[in-house]
């Protein structure tokens, strides 16, 4: 954070949010809200305080958008057919808000973040009623209420990213899991990336922040929490007294009813000792590590920004397996980037057969304006990027695959979600490794760490059978 000191806000001492939210009781009773979320986690998480704030206002969620009285978009646009979602998805509510005038439509998130687009949306889109970006979620009641009073739309975004925002109510979708962030915003800058210009310099709550927020779920009946950053690895550079993220990590896996902790996303450049030996070392620290890579060309690596080679990433991995063999390493693969030759595609092939990734989330390069990989000029023809992603896709495809089959006959102990659709008594859960667990019980078992032998193994998913109930 360098010379600018970080503001910590409580929510609770924003008069003004308070006392909207009051304001907004009276017409908030008996109405109902749908909110959609694109994007990450980060995303996720904004739109459970979203929720939060509009249910103190009075209102319920409301499964089916057509019949919600506000709706609200929670926007991504760190690809581009992200954006074109949204921009489909606002632009087909047009009947709905014709025929209901009174429908507030609403749109947030990080595309409202980037220079122009809010004011782009403002002009495709006159009926939206209310736009503003990551940096004033908090003030969503104030803006609402305006909105309302005033019968006019709101734009609002704002720049500024110098605070932590601590005790916003949120409203949680899942029992037995859930997120906490620890920190906002990324300093990486990777050439092709747009989150910094639109999440702001890396800000940290303070470790009793979060702390509280782990002890607050756990009391709820929470088990298992999954700590959220843009690159966790810079946890606590910027607080008074420095702590690391795998101290961070450590005590909230020594909150009394948490069962299992985890975290996304770490950076390979400045993984840490530290946190391979935590991660090895607690009992309640998951084993599992998302690691993305992008390319296994150091050319590519290079131009990315990444700030690692292939080499180090190897060793790093090495490093992790040998002090925890059966950890579960999962990635992030992109293919296409500017100046990617046929050579170092085929490197991003070879370093995912070596390391076998658990799973992989894989990606086509997109131009993103304003990043520097934007403006350069070898960008990859779409047909070669079609024809990279899909060989990449096969190849992971099979080697997830693979190492679901090594899996057959293990024990895996399983937190239980949530119910499947396949039917009354199928349930769907996570390994330790995070893999998909569907297994068949009572209702009891929701919520809980259950021990399963795994009898299928799938491409996407495993197929456990309940050995025994470990009534964590
Ligand atoms: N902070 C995380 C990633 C956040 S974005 C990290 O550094 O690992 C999630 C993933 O989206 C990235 O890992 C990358 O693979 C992908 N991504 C980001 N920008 C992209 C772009 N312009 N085109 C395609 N994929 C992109
Ligand atoms: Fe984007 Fe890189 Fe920051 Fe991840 S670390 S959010 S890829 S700039
Ligand atoms: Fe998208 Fe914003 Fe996340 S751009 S990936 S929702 S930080």
């Not at 980037?337 to 057969?353: K, S, V």
Request: proline share 4%; charged share 25%; hydrophobic share 40%.
């Amino acid at each position: 954070m360098g010379e600018k000191s970080l503001k910590m806000i409580d929510f609770e001492s924003l008069e003004k949010q308070n006392a909207a939210l009051k304001a907004l009781q009276g017409w908030g009773a008996g109405k109902s809200y749908h909110i959609v979320t694109y994007g990450c986690q980060m995303n996720t998480h904004d739109s459970e305080i979203l929720a939060g704030l509009l249910e103190k206002a009075g209102l319920m969620a409301e499964e089916d958008i057509k019949k919600a009285d506000l709706v609200l978009f929670n926007t991504c646009c760190v690809r581009e057919n992200a954006e074109l979602k949204v921009f489909g998805n606002v632009g087909a509510l047009k009947p709905l808000k014709r025929k209901r005038p009174e429908l507030i439509v609403a749109v947030c998130g990080c595309m409202m973040q980037q220079k122009g687009t809010a004011e782009e949306l403002k002009r495709k889109f006159p009926f939206v009623d209310l736009i503003f970006g990551t940096h004033n979620v908090h003030e969503f009641p104030s803006m609402l209420l305006e909105c309302l009073s005033e019968q006019r739309g709101i734009l609002e975004v704002w720049d500024s990213d110098g605070w932590v925002l601590e005790g916003m109510p949120a409203r949680r979708e899942n029992g037995a899991a859930a997120w906490v962030t620890v920190m906002y915003g990324c300093n990486n800058f990777c050439s092709y990336c747009i989150v910094p210009y639109v999440r702001g310099r890396e800000r940290s709550r303070t470790m009793d922040a979060v702390l509280a927020e782990a002890a607050e779920l756990a009391a709820g009946g929470v088990k298992e929490i999954t700590l959220l950053g843009q690159n966790v690895n810079s946890y606590g550079k910027d607080l008074p007294d420095g702590p690391s993220f795998a101290r961070l990590l450590q005590r909230v896996s020594e909150v009394p009813g948490i069962e299992r902790v985890r975290f996304m996303t770490s950076h390979p450049k400045d993984l840490t000792e530290e946190l391979m030996d935590a991660i090895a070392g607690a009992p309640h620290i998951a084993n599992q590590l998302h690691l993305p890579v992008q390319s296994g060309s150091n050319a590519v690596l290079r131009a990315m920004n990444r700030v690692y080679t292939r080499e180090a990433y190897l060793e790093l991995i090495d490093r992790m397996r040998q002090r925890v063999p059966d950890i579960d390493i999962t990635t992030d693969l992109m293919v296409g980037f500017p100046g990617e030759t046929e050579a170092d595609f085929c490197e991003t092939l070879d370093l995912a057969e070596r390391v076998r990734f658990a799973s992989a989330f894989t990606f086509v390069y997109s131009k993103r304006p304003g990043t520097r990989a934007a403006s350069a000029e070898n960008q990859v023809p779409e047909d070669v990027k079609n024809d990279r992603i899909r060989r990449l896709v096969d190849l992971q495809n099979r080697i997830t695959y693979e190492e679901n089959q090594k899996l057959l006959g293990t024990s895996q102990k399983v937190l239980v979600e949530r119910g499947s659709k396949r039917g009354e008594n199928f349930y769907m859960g996570r390994s330790e490794g995070g893999r998909t667990v569907n297994l068949q019980g009572t209702p009891d078992i929701l919520g809980r760490i259950v021990t399963v032998k795994i009898v299928r193994a799938g491409k996407n998913s495993l197929t456990g059978k309940i050995e025994k109930e470990t009534w964590t």
